[in-house]
């Protein structure tokens, strides 16, 4: 798996100078971030992390991963149409989990009401590593879905140019050319237009519900001006806005200062401390509507960690995607083991299991957003805590994938140009809009690649732990 650049890996004259281009030239591509001392004005922004050198990705593996999209596309639109699966696979989640139960409950009463919106559209990062086998092949493996706020896809459109720049100045314009195109945030903002010209009305808009503290920003600027580019409004706004100025009419059309809103697309949401009781009031008035949600409550509980972990038992894709042995065959490739900690004897045993070998496994809490896993001694710790009580319920048990390590230099703002051996992750984005019963649009939208020191076991680019990457297919 080995970059063609290894000769000039340690050419440290060279490399520093490569890197004060690169940083120059992310900042004119727009790999942007507002910075941590001023989250919401950008008057002072900075250069969004990323590494030096693009990171070598299996091709095969690569193909792989853009072939199952569809397929996950089709299964997550098949979770959240499935009433009793989700409340099957949820329900001991729920008696101990909180957030995920509070959910639960906006999908239930929005199901008992009857759903006012007949348009679907979901937005969904399918992110893998390179599992390293005994025999040294690397194989894809999941390690999650995220169907709400999956971000990144504006960003990353921007890393290949600034990649074949830095490729060029050290010698390797043949590598440059090979670098591959890439623009998810053009194939969100596809999947958005469709939803909103399928809601039927040309003055409403589209809302993308924010954060408090939005340093992300420009990666969503790219999805809102691809839709501008479409003559399609945009407004922006927090759940306390819709708290304060959003309303429905009679036939639950949603309104916000007086504008009427075709598509909710949410980068917020996804963690407990994005709601107060205020906000939750404002969930449930936005999910009761007629407006297409992206995601809808139910494809947002489609994707926990609960749900990922009942998929992999044998027989439940069978259930849930009838009549598709390939898609079924080509989506349980790429899982790795996921076990139940559920209460009872299965649940003993895997947590013995855990216990006994640490560092195989990672324990998941049904938790988004990076750094909430646990790993080796402390999850050997918290399993022996908890032991068989109902609060290991919250909990799923995931096998620990082993990626082959590559150096690279990871660039952060304010900090020194430094070495490390790093492992990536790839993320496939899906996109589909179904309309009643008939799928209209199923694509995968683009990818990105994310690459961080070895040293931490977790967190994403957000959380500042992994940085953007480009990858370079051998
Ligand atoms: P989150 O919803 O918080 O993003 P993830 O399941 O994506 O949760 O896990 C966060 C990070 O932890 C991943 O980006 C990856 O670096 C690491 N991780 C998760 N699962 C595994 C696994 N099975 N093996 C190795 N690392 C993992
Ligand atoms: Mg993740």
Known sequence: MAAPWEDVLRNEPAIQEAASVAVDAALLEGVLMRTEGEPNASDVVNYAPFTLLPSAVPSVLFEQAYAVQQDFNLLVDAISQNKEFLEDTLASTIKVDDFTARLFRIHMQVLEEGL???????????????????????????IEINTIAASFGGLTSRT?????QVLKMLGKSKEASRLLPNNPSKGLALGIAKAWELYGSQSAVVMFVVEEVQRNIFDQRCVENELWNRNIRVIRKRFRDVFEKGSLDDAKRLYMDGQEVAVV???????????DQQNWEARLLLERSRAVKCPDIATQLAGTKKVQQ?????G?????????????????????????LDVGEEGDKIAAMAIADPDQFVLKPQREGGGNNLYGEELRQVLEKIRDSPERTSYILMDKIKPQPAINYLLRAHSPLQVSECISELGIFGVYVRQGKEMVMNKAAGHLLRTKAIEHADGGVAAGVAVLDTPYLV
């Open 116 to 142: 006012a919106q007949s348009v679907f559209l979901g937005i969904n990062r399918s992110d893998y590593m390179f599992d390293c086998g005994v025999d040294g092949t690397p194989a894809l493996k999941q």
């Open 316 to 340: 439940t894709l069978e259930r849930l995607l009838p009549g598709r042995a390939e898609a079924v065959t080509r989506i349980r490739a790429t899982f790795a083991g996921l076990y139940s």
């Open 265 to 275: 697309y949410y980068r917020e949401g996804y963690v407990p401390k994005n709601y």
């Open 310 to 314: 009942e998929l992999s038992r044998p």
């Open 160 to 164: 290949a140019a600034v990649h074949g």
